[in-house]
């Protein structure tokens, strides 16, 4: 796989933003086929970080009620990417 095709884009929520303040940990969704050491290579290539760990979710996609019936998001993988502390990914 290419190296941004893996990373589709961060997550920046509340926790996501609390957790890269404190625990220099950051949030990406990825490709669903992709793997931690694909992931880890591609987040050292693209930000030129050290990465200490990765963790993965699979996250299954919400359904909701509808007008017309159900209607069910599509399922997304996460990444938690644990960086060296004297690394910083900036971004906003």
Not at 7 to 22: N, V
């Amino acid at each position: 796989m290419d190296t941004h095709t893996i990373i589709r884009k961060p997550i920046i929520t509340e926790k996501a933003t609390f957790d890269s303040s404190e625990s220099n940990r950051f949030t990406f969704e990825i490709d669903r086929r992709a793997t931690k050491a694909q992931v880890k290579r591609a987040i050292e290539e693209i930000y030129g970080v050290r990465v200490l760990a990765v963790a993965t979710q699979r996250r299954k996609g919400e359904t909701s009620r509808g007008r017309y019936g159900y209607i069910t998001t599509s399922a997304i993988k996460r990444a938690i990417v644990k960086v060296h502390p004297e690394d910083s990914i900036q971004l906003f």
